[in-house]
């Protein structure tokens, strides 16, 4: 009987497209709104491609610095304000993994050998991706700290964790409170908030009733990276509004291939992605040591410039206490 193998399943043109398509619908950071694809690094992708450390996002600044409205009258030229532009910076992040193949063999039983594979390399990669955008935001708000006063953090690790933190975080945004749709927290904070909560304004997907869990109308993610220490209590929540982070797959040269250690008997199953994970509103200034940043650089707060006025950036920082 014939038997499929793995290099016969990612040289099929075809799985290259089944896998970006199911890191997408597995994707936390997509199906909450939080993150989405950019436009203008799509269509460029579409196109020639991308080359190179970075991807320039042009845009044009608010009009909230703009002077009051003008009173009307006959022969009285109204006086026009600027529209500055600006543009924001991305950085591609390029990784790799090999796996050995012994691992995934056990699913190509199934019914579709090309799904099991799949559905193991969408799983990590989101994670890696999830951690990576930890990294970031270590590296910007570092930079808010030091450059904008601490303009969107909020320290309240004084004391232990009340209902009213997370509004206390959101108002950091002012009037644009409301944008923030999203919260990132690690799973010590949300069973902590489960118990706060008597009225349930927290649950689970389980529960049959949202895709993701939800905290006072936000969608919650859940992720071990967000900061926690067990000791203290003390804790970093992010909240995001909708397509705050740009999030885009960069083509990849070679994004899958395998290898054979033929004396050990291992067949080996190498993915490789390039993408842009990038929180809109700080552009990147670093210069990598190597040909793409590491997670450390990412996190080194002199590798980030604001670009946008605070209130755009529809991102904040809580840093709470749970006891």
Request: glycine content about 8%; overall charge negative; charged content about 25%.
């Amino acid at each position: 009987m014939a038997m499929t193998k793995i290099a016969d399943l990612i040289q099929n043109p075809m799985f290259t497209e089944y896998f970006q398509r199911d890191m997408v619908e597995r994707s936390n950071l997509l199906r909450s709104g939080i993150a989405g694809t950019d436009e203008v690094i799509a269509k460029r992708c579409a196109a020639a491609g991308v080359s190179g450390k970075t991807v320039d996002m042009p845009f044009f600044n608010s009009l909230d610095g703009a002077n009051d409205d003008e009173v009307l009258a006959e022969d009285t030229a109204l006086t026009p304000d600027k529209i500055d532009a600006n543009k924001d910076v991305a950085v591609i992040c390029r990784r790799g993994k090999a796996f050995a193949v012994t691992d995934l063999a056990k699913d190509l039983s199934g019914e579709d050998p090309m799904a099991a594979i799949s559905n193991h390399l969408a799983a990590y990669w989101n994670k890696m991706r999830q951690k990576r955008l930890m990294k970031v935001l270590d590296g910007v708000f570092g930079r808010n700290v030091a450059n904008d006063s601490s303009s969107l953090v909020l320290d309240l690790s004084a004391n232990t964790m009340g209902k009213s933190d997370i509004m206390l975080g959101a108002q950091l945004l002012g009037d644009r409170k409301s944008e923030l749709t999203g919260i990132i927290m690690n799973s010590a904070v949300e069973t902590y908030l489960a118990g706060l909560d008597t009225n349930a304004s927290l649950y689970r997907a389980s529960d049959g009733a949202a895709v993701l869990p939800k905290y006072n109308g936000r969608d919650v993610i859940i992720d071990d990276n967000c900061p926690y220490n067990a000791g203290t209590g003390v804790t970093t929540i992010y909240l995001f509004g909708r397509g705050a982070i740009a999030l885009n797959p960069v083509p990849e040269a070679v994004p899958f291939e395998t290898d054979r250690e033929k004396l050990k008997g291992n067949d080996i199953l190498i993915s490789r992605i390039a993408d842009i994970c990038h929180l809109r509103g700080y552009k990147w200034t670093g210069t990598p040591a190597g040909v793409t940043p590491t997670n450390a650089e990412l996190g080194t707060a002199s590798n980030w410039s604001r670009v946008y006025e605070p209130k755009e950036i529809r991102c904040v920082k809580l840093i709470a206490k749970i006891a």
